[in-house]
C-alpha cells in the first residue's frame, strides 16, 4: 500500500507526575483515548468538558451544507430558503466565521452591505434588524463597524439550522 493511501496516524506521549501514557492512532481514536485518560485523573474535568460549550468547526461546517456556500467573496445561500432577516443574518454570520475558520475567507465578519447582498433583504430591513441582534447577544461590532457572530449566535444558528433541515 502507497504512503499516500495509508491513514496518518497521531501519536501522544502524556507523562504528569507518576502518570505516564501513550495514545497512537487516528486522530479521533487520539483524541478519545486521551480525554478518557485525563477524566479518569480529574473527574472534575469530565464535569467541566459536559457544561462547556465550544462550537465544533467541522460539525458546525457540515451542517451548514446545503445551506451555506463559501466563495471567494464571501458565503452565499446554496438556495432559495425562505427565512427571517434574523435568521438569514445569523447563518451568513455562521458562514463567515466557518469559513474564516477554515482558511477559505480573510474575515469573520460582514458589513452590514454584504449582509444585505447575502441575505437577500434590504439595508433598511438589516439595519433594523442588528440592533435587536446585538442586543439579544447574538451578534456584536468589530472595531471597523462590522458584524460577527457571538457563541450565542452560533447556538442559535444551530437552531435554525436544524429547523431549516426539520
Known sequence: MSEANEEKKLK????FGDAKAMFEGGVDDVFKAL???LT???PNLEVARRITYSPDL????????????????GPIFASDLH???????CLALLGAYVGERLGKL????LSPNELSRITGKARKTISNELPR???GGLVERTPEG???ITILGIREAEKIIRECKG
Open 40 to 42: 479518569q485523573l480529574y
Open 133 to 135: 441582534l446585538i442586543t
Open 146 to 148: 462590522e458584524c460577527q
Open 83 to 89: 427565512l427571517s432577516a434574523k435568521e438569514k443574518i
Open 35 to 37: 480525554t478518557r485518560f
Open 12 to 15: 501522544v506521549q502524556l507523562e
Open 58 to 73: 467541522t460539525r458546525l461546517a457540515e451542517e451548514l451544507v446545503g445551506i451555506i456556500e463559501l466563495t471567494p467573496e
Open 106 to 109: 480573510s474575515k469573520g465578519s
